[in-house]
């Protein structure tokens, strides 16, 4: 069986370019914009919002012809809840550090409308494979953008790229800071709030400027 038939690959492009979560449905801004100071940070965020959706979203379509329309939003929100705990325990098992860092905004993804508009939208409404495929193809399109503005931000705020990387991947990942200028004392408006909504902001008016071409 062709995998790559023509729904597949428009399912991956609505994920990663159409309708970008971050970039052009703007949903999930919150903890956006609130972790992306550095890459890392970033894109460990990325990785659990995007298993997140892979999770629920299978689940969702797998038992869809059992869960009554009048009560699907809050069994919708049970599993999304129940996938967000199993995935903050290990976490909290396994990149303790990391989980410190990203704080509450790991328990507030059972809260992101990116991950509950496509329970409802998509994955309640499609067979096992194509929410799988959506699920990855906008997570990674969420993750991305998060990693975009992570690096911008730790680039013109601390002059940095990867810093702290042992979080994520482990002492062997020590070494894999990249120090971008030498004594640069750094741009604090970058790794502010403010820093945040500016460098969305120049990214959403990057990805408008590639579309127009």
């Known amino acids: 069986m062709k995998f ?11 994920g990663l370019w159409t ?5 052009v449905a703007l949903l999930g801004l919150c903890p956006l914009l609130a972790v992306s100071n550095t890459v890392i940070n970033a894109l460990g965020l990325g990785i659990a919002t995007t298993v ?21 939003l809050p069994i919708f929100v049970l599993i ?3 996938t967000v705990t199993l995935i903050e325990l290990l976490m909290k098992a396994y990149f303790y550090e990391l989980y410190k860092t990203l704080g509450i905004f790991i328990p507030l993804i059972v809260t992101n409308c990116a991950i509950i508009g496509r ?3 998509f994955a309640s ?3 096992l494979p194509n929410a799988v495929i959506d699920a990855l193809a ?7 953008a998060l990693v975009l503005l992570g690096g911008l931000r730790e680039a013109i705020g601390s002059g940095t790229l990867f810093s702290q990387a042992n979080i994520l991947f482990g002492e062997n990942a020590n070494h894999w800071q990249i120090i971008l200028v030498d004594d640069y004392s750094g741009t604090l408006l970058a790794i502010l709030p403010a820093g945040a909504f500016i460098g969305l902001g120049l990214l959403i008016a990057f990805k408008n400027f590639i579309a127009l071409k």
């Open 4 to 14: 790559l038939t023509e729904e597949t690959l428009s399912l991956i492009k609505q």
């Open 19 to 23: 309708n970008n979560q971050a970039f």
């Open 52 to 72: 997140t959706l892979l999770l629920s979203n299978s689940i969702i379509s797998l038992s869809r012809h059992y869960i009554p329309k009048s009560i699907r």
């Open 80 to 82: 999304i809840a129940c």
């Open 119 to 121: 329970a409802e939208v």
């Open 125 to 127: 409404k499609q067979p």
């Open 138 to 144: 906008m997570g990674l399109g969420f993750s991305i």
